[in-house]
Structure formats: C-alpha cells, structure tokens
C-alpha cells in the first residue's frame, strides 16, 4: 500500500514557475513508477507526465519542455517543477504511482490545486 500526498499548488501569473510535491508512505518507493496528471475545470483528468524507476522520463506535448518530474528516493518524494506556466494549466494535480509491470496507475494522491491568472 502507498499514499501518497501532494502539496505545493497555488496562484501563480502567467509565465511563473511553481514546484509540486508529492510525498509517498512505504519502503520501496523507488520500484514505482511516479506520474502527474490533472484535471481542469469541466474536462477529463489527463497525463502530465511520468518518471520511471530507471530514470525514463514521458510527457504530455502540452507540457514537453515546461515542465519536469524528478524524484527523490531518500525522501520517497517526486517533484513537478512547472516553468512558462500558461492560464490553460489551470487545474487539480494528482501525483500517482504504480509498479513499471502494471498497465494502470494504482494509488492516488488527493491532488493540489494550480492556478494560473492572465
């Protein structure tokens, strides 16, 4: 079982940075892969990006060079650091884990909220 708890959200202008947290209960933290998501106003939770156990970085087109996921295995904490940061990434921002072999993210955190003001 991992738990998972975001924080870091908040009201940043147009072209800021802002930097999420996401702490993990457990031992084995680093066998995990580690994803962000969110989901705006009125739309469909979506894929920000993810950090696997090896280093193997994927991201939306939306975020690709804005923003960055990294992790630390000795705090069991990852990271989101968003840069260029637009109204349209507006948005809860859940962090999420699985095992590399599973298909599906199994555990949730309860999400930060970003605001991004014109």
């Known amino acids: 079982q991992v738990q998972l708890e975001e924080s870091g959200g908040g009201l940043v202008q147009a072209g800021g940075s802002l930097s999420l947290s996401c702490a993990a209960s457990g031992r084995t933290f680093s066998r995990y892969t580690m994803g962000w998501f969110r989901q705006a106003p009125g739309k469909e939770r979506e894929f920000v990006g993810s950090?696997?156990?090896?280093?193997?970085?994927f991201y939306a087109d939306s975020v690709k060079g804005r923003f960055t996921i990294s992790r630390d295995n000795a705090k069991n904490t990852v990271y989101l650091q968003m840069n260029s940061l637009k109204p349209e990434d507006t948005a809860v921002y859940y962090c999420?884990?699985?095992?590399?072999?599973?298909?599906?993210?199994?555990?949730w955190g309860q999400g930060t909220r970003v605001t991004v003001s014109s």
């Open positions: 999420a884990a699985k095992l590399q072999s599973r298909n599906a993210y199994e555990y």
């Open positions: 950090l696997w156990s090896d280093g193997v970085q």
